[in-house]
């Protein structure tokens, strides 16, 4: 009994997590009644009945077993739980009437040599149960044709069974009158009802959200009426002729149409001139290479907080504090200057005479109602440098204002989030030069700068996407986000590839709003040419120094003081008379594209007249590639800031 009713629940509860999110028929709630053929199989001894009549003629050779059919009724209440546009799963709960009666010829009574009288004995039984009934329903087997079929099970819980037997015994021969005996009792050892159900109904829509639906049934089961030994191998199969009205919450949709995702990925480069092209190798390099990375004195904070957001600014651990060294910077430019409370720490460690002046700014909008925001943003630096380095308090002064005195574009949010910082100064400009990393021999990718292009293309709104760069197994940078993708730019650091000839990997996977999956596949052939191929296969060696100018002032092409210093006291000693010097303007996205092309060129020539100026011999090459070549990632006020740069490149034969 147990389990057959885990059985029911189960059936009950499977609707709910049967997919739902991708099915449209409504769940739907009713009435069912129905008109019952039972079919009552009995055979068991007349007079065997449990409870004995001592008025009963004694009559042990007649058997009740000639079946009887009855009719009766069934009514209850339905759920409807739809699966999908095919399947339903029906449960049932109502009554059940199986009540029937028999009758069978008794013993022959002689009463006279020519005269004799047959008995005659009638089984009356009254059934009722409490009816649960699991079904599946199968619809649209036929196109067009509202035609379900139906299969399950059914539980009945006895309610109420008793029974009458009657024996008529005629008095006279020609039968005038007779005499009744009768019993009648409760029938003993109730058997709980099971049975196979299977059935067809006809779905007859009323409106949008009722149906009446006729269904006609057959059940066959698999117990008998009673356990009693008396009254054993007792069925009762039913026909049942009866019709569902039920009520849906809302409308029925239709099923959702399947998803069509398509993704696919294009890699390519940009070239001097800054036409994008269509990448088919990179080709890896053992050179002598040097690379000057700029330093920006500011760090960024949030909206309306005193404290760096992380992905602004990396902050020094425990660990850390006292052994921060700039050898244990990654090469990239970006990440040295997410470190420039630590940058600034360590070299006033090592200019113990050095003072620094910090000065909060705010955005001039939502945060210029008084300097507090500001002052906690300098205090907040000036905590982080006395704490962390042990930086005497008395040798940073502490400032605030509004605006910084050389804002970013205030009309645009990119502007603003940039004037959210503090300013670092001092009269010892040691502590914000630029950092230096060069290396006998690393490993350079050219290009250096690789630009992957991803496509999800759905008749549903794409939600998420992952692009994953790998070689030989090892990953190398995870790109991720969320609705269509964006171009997405890897910047290749120097020893990034490995020193073989094994290609880089790349997976592009998307998914849409209806959970539709796809993915990409591909990789880039890596040519790599090694110091020992080179001296046995005779090939050119170069010495390659990369060196970044930053800060130009605001709509200004000439040369800071600063960038003055850089192009005097590093790059004009990386320059030799048989040198090629490859110089690149680029701006940040702020500002008219057509306009910042124009200014980065004009940058760009500031720069190879300074040079050209002291060193004729040398080639030069100027580009002015203004915002169509994103470098850095826009998104970030370190990118932006970034991006307002020259680039030069010192290529020089090595003998």
């Known amino acids: 009994m147990k389990i057959l009713v885990r059985l029911f629940v189960l059936l009950l509860v499977v609707p709910t997590f049967c997919g739902f999110a991708q099915t449209k028929p409504p769940v739907m709630f009713g009435l069912y009644g129905g008109l019952n053929l039972n079919f009552h199989s009995p055979n068991f001894k007349v007079g065997n009945n449990p409870?004995?009549?001592?008025?009963?003629?004694?009559?042990?050779?007649?058997?009740?077993?000639?079946?009887?059919?009855?009719?009766?009724?069934?009514?209850?209440?339905?759920?409807?739980?739809?699966?999908?546009e095919k399947l339903t799963i029906s449960a049932r709960l109502g009554y059940n009437n199986m009540g029937g009666k028999f009758t069978t010829p008794g013993k022959i009574w002689n009463l006279t040599k020519t005269d004799s009288v047959i008995t005659e004995h009638s089984f009356d039984a009254s059934i009722h149960y409490l009816e649960i009934s699991p079904v599946l329903q199968?619809?649209?087997?036929?196109?067009?044709?509202?035609?379900?079929?139906?299969?399950?099970?059914?539980?009945g819980i006895p309610i109420a069974e008793t029974y009458s037997q009657i024996e008529t015994v005629p008095t006279n021969t020609i039968g005038a009158t007779t005499s009744n005996y009768v019993?009648?009792?409760?029938?003993?050892?109730?058997?709980?009802?099971?049975?196979?159900?299977?059935?067809?109904?006809?779905q007859i829509k009323l409106t949008p959200t009722t149906f009446l639906s006729p269904e006609v049934s057959l059940r066959i089961p698999f117990t008998d009426i009673s356990s009693n030994s008396a009254l054993s191998t007792w069925s009762a199969p039913q026909l049942r002729f009866g019709v569902n009205l039920t009520f849906g919450g809302k409308k029925a949709e239709p099923l959702p149409d399947p998803s069509t995702l398509t993704t696919s990925v294009e890699s390519g480069y940009y070239t001097a001139d800054g036409t994008y092209s269509s990448l088919s190798s990179i080709k890896v390099e053992d050179a002598q290479y040097a690379e000057l990375y700029p330093f920006i004195p500011y760090v960024f904070y949030p909206a309306n907080s005193s404290v760096p957001d992380t992905s602004m600014q990396e902050y020094a651990g425990s660990s850390e504090r006292g052994n921060f060294t700039l050898a244990g910077l990654p090469q990239d430019a970006i990440e040295v200057n997410r470190r420039t409370f630590d940058i600034i720490g360590y070299r006033m460690k090592q200019n113990p005479t050095s003072t620094i002046t910090i000065i909060g700014t705010n955005d001039g909008k939502s945060e210029a109602k008084g300097k507090k925001i500001n002052s906690e943003r300098a205090e907040f630096a000036k905590s982080y440098l006395t704490k962390t380095f042990g930086i005497e308090p008395e040798r940073i002064t502490v400032q605030a204002r509004d605006l910084p005195e050389k804002p970013s574009a205030t009309s645009l949010a990119d502007g603003d989030a940039e004037n959210r910082r503090v300013e670092f100064t001092s009269s010892n400009r040691e502590l914000f030069e630029p950092l230096m990393m060069k290396s006998d021999e690393q490993r350079i990718a050219q290009p250096d700068l690789v630009e992957f292009r991803p496509t999800a293309v759905s008749n549903y709104p794409v939600t998420s996407w992952t692009l994953s760069l790998s070689q030989a197994g090892r990953s190398l940078r995870d790109f991720i986000g969320i609705g269509q993708p964006a171009p997405q730019r890897w910047l290749i650091r120097p020893n990034e590839l490995?020193?073989?000839?094994?290609?880089?990997?790349?997976?592009f996977s998307a998914t849409d709003s209806l959970g539709g999956k796809n993915e990409t596949h591909g990789s880039i052939?890596?040519?790599?040419?090694?110091?020992?191929?080179?001296?046995?296969?005779?090939?050119?060696?170069?010495?390659?120094?990369?060196?970044?100018?930053?800060?130009?002032?605001?709509?200004?092409?000439?040369?800071t003081p600063d960038n003055q210093k850089i192009v005097e006291t590093s790059v004009l000693p990386a320059i030799q008379y048989n040198s090629i010097v490859k110089i690149y303007g680029y701006t940040d996205r702020i500002g008219d594209d057509a306009y910042n092309k124009k200014l980065s060129k004009e940058r760009a020539e500031s720069v190879r007249r300074a040079?050209?100026?002291?060193?004729?011999?040398?080639?030069?090459?100027?580009?002015g590639n203004g915002e169509s070549v994103p470098i850095f990632d826009n998104n970030s006020p370190i990118g932006r800031q970034l991006s307002r740069t020259v680039q030069i490149y010192v290529e020089t034969p090595r003998k």
């Open 51 to 84: 409870i004995l009549n001592p008025l009963l003629i004694s009559d042990t050779a007649s058997l009740f077993n000639a079946n009887g059919t009855s009719i009766s009724l069934a009514i209850g209440a339905i759920a409807n739980f739809p699966i999908n």
């Open 138 to 155: 199968v619809h649209n087997v036929f196109e067009k044709v509202p035609l379900y079929f139906a299969g399950g099970l059914e539980f």
């Open 183 to 202: 019993t009648s009792s409760d029938i003993p050892d109730k058997s709980f009802r099971m049975a196979l159900m299977i059935g067809a109904g006809y």
């Open 498 to 507: 490995s020193n073989a000839q094994v290609p880089i990997d790349y997976t």
């Open 525 to 559: 052939p890596v040519e790599y040419i090694s110091s020992t191929r080179k001296r046995i296969e005779q090939l050119a060696d170069r010495t390659i120094s990369k060196f970044s100018l930053v800060l130009f002032d605001f709509n200004k092409s000439e040369l």
């Open 611 to 623: 040079l050209e100026s002291k060193i004729k011999d040398a080639k030069y090459e100027t580009y």
